[in-house]
């Protein structure tokens, strides 16, 4: 027995929506929320916070000359402050990724 082919056409669900239909963000398939990849994107986002406070004290010892090697410090908050922050936001892309083809698809923003 052979299981009949079906399009994707077949498979989407917004076809089925009626014109004007806005989905609620938590039910819609497409939707990022959904992801748990855009959730950890967004965590670790505001973990790069912690990491620029690592720049803020290179900085403030620099001025004040009460550490010898505040530049050091500089230079790693600005490395791992920038590491985070596009591991992040590499995150929350590939999470958004099914809601940016729907839209591409249909044409809604939502």
């Not at 505040?70 to 936001?89: D, E, K, P, R, W």
């Not at 999470?95 to 044409?107: E, H, P, S």
């Amino acid at each position: 027995m052979s299981a009949k082919k079906v399009s994707d056409k077949e498979l989407r669900i917004e076809d089925n929506y009626i014109e004007g239909y806005d989905p609620v963000s938590l039910e819609a398939p497409h939707s990022s929320l959904l992801k748990s990849s855009t959730w950890w994107g967004m965590g670790i986002i505001l973990s790069s916070i912690a990491f620029s406070g690592i720049i803020l004290f290179g900085l403030a010892s620099g001025s004040v000359d009460s550490q010898a090697n505040a530049s050091t410090y500089v230079i790693v908050g600005v490395v791992a402050t920038l590491a985070v922050l596009l591991f992040g936001v590499g995150l929350v892309k590939y999470g958004r990724r099914d809601y940016k083809a729907y839209v591409k698809r249909t044409g809604r923003h939502n």
